[in-house]
């Protein structure tokens, strides 16, 4: 079974930072990427960044230049570095990763539980 564990949720103020942690566990052969999506009441769930076992990144417009995708091959784990943060970054956010699974050809999209990032004063 493999799973996704995420951490680094939680309240800020405006202009505060946050880093949310993902790690990946179980019988992976290999992680093609692994990404942050967030949901807020009302809204669609949106893309926030992506990196790519090459460590090719991909950002969503709103967040380019204050949030920052990384990983950890060693530990298949990423992180998400969220600065300046606004009251709109409020949101569900999600982790996802598209992986291969031991013993199996056709790659597979994952998810975490969810952590709530919540911005206000």
């Known amino acids: 079974q493999v799973q996704l564990v995420e951490s680094g949720g939680g309240l800020v103020q405006p202009g505060g930072s946050l880093r949310l942690s993902c790690a990946a566990s179980?019988?992976?052969?290999?992680?093609?990427?692994m990404g942050w999506y967030r949901q807020a009441p009302g809204n669609q769930r949106e893309l926030v960044a992506s990196?790519?076992?090459?460590?090719?990144?991909n950002y969503a417009d709103s967040v380019k230049g204050r949030f920052t995708i990384s990983r950890d091959n060693a530990k298949n784990t990423v992180y998400l570095q969220m600065n300046s943060l606004q009251p709109e970054d409020t949101a569900l956010y999600y982790c996802?990763?598209?992986?291969?699974?031991?013993?199996?050809?056709?790659?597979?999209?994952?998810w975490g539980q969810g952590t709530q990032v919540t911005v206000s004063s």
């Open positions: 990196i790519t076992s090459g460590g090719s990144t």
């Open positions: 996802n990763a598209n992986l291969k699974r031991r013993m199996l050809y056709a790659p597979e999209n994952y």
């Open positions: 179980g019988s992976i052969f290999s992680i093609n990427a």
